[in-house]
């Protein structure tokens, strides 16, 4: 079955920088490809998607790229923000099986 | 609109201790999901209703864990004769269409400690 992994575990970045996540997956079959952010006694909530038949997407401050060859795929968050500090999960899924998150990153913005 | 609510939002049991959670979709989503999440852990899927359907219950830990959707709608998570490792919180999460591809929207959570 699909096998996701995700680093780092825990980021610190200045407010203002940049910040990547960065995840990997084993089931060449994948080919959705989403992140959840969850705030401190929130639920998960979706931020972005991609699919596979795109490298990347683009939304407002957030990316996500697709290496579908490598097998990998990665969050960029430009402009970093205190709103931003909350754990986020990768996940992949192919169409006919369930979706598998990664364990997480917890990202602290620092003022 | 209303989203995924689910209750009871705390649960206390003692070992051995049979209970059941509860989950109220979205109305008129097709999917629901149930993920077990550890602290510290991403969700882990336990099962997945299609309308009443239970089409995939692959992660349920063991058989003492039974999940139910009987009119497509509110779905219930019973776990029987509770162990400590069951504590976690339990989420759930509905979608509007029948793939697994599309926007899951998660409840806040039940979270289960066994003591």
């Known amino acids: 079955g699909e096998n996701v992994e995700q680093h780092p575990s825990t980021l610190s970045v200045q407010e203002g920088d940049s910040a990547v996540i960065k995840c990997t997956y084993s089931?060449?079959?994948?080919?959705?490809f989403p992140w959840y952010k969850q705030e401190l006694g929130k639920r998960p909530q979706l931020i972005i998607d991609?699919?596979?038949?795109?490298g990347e997407k683009k939304d407002q401050r957030i990316a996500v790229t697709l290496n579908k060859t490598a097998k990998h795929f990665s969050l960029h968050i430009t402009e970093t923000q205190p709103e931003d500090s909350a754990v986020y999960f990768c996940?992949?899924?192919?169409?006919?099986?369930?979706?598998?998150f990664g364990k997480g990153t917890r990202l602290h913005i620092l003022p | 609109g209303a989203g995924v609510s689910q209750s009871p939002r705390y649960k206390v049991a003692k070992r051995g201790q049979d209970v059941a959670l509860r989950c109220d979709p979205i109305?008129?989503?097709?999917?629901l999901f149930w993920y077990q999440q550890a602290l510290g852990q991403g969700p882990e899927f336990l099962t997945y209703?299609?309308?009443?359907?239970?089409?995939?219950k692959s992660g349920l830990p063991s058989d003492r864990f039974f999940a139910e959707r009987p009119e497509g709608s509110v779905s219930t998570l019973k776990i029987q004769r509770t162990q400590q490792e069951d504590s976690a919180v339990y989420l759930c999460?509905?979608?509007?269409?029948?793939?697994?591809?599309?926007?899951?929207?998660f409840g806040p959570g039940t979270r289960l400690l066994v003591l």
């Open positions: 109305s008129g989503h097709v999917s």
């Open positions: 089931d060449s079959a994948s080919n959705y």
């Open positions: 996940a992949a899924s192919n169409r006919d099986d369930k979706i598998i």
């Open positions: 991609i699919r596979s038949n795109v």
């Open positions: 999460a509905s979608s509007l269409g029948v793939t697994n591809q599309e926007t899951q929207y």
């Open positions: 209703f299609q309308n009443e359907a239970q089409l995939d």
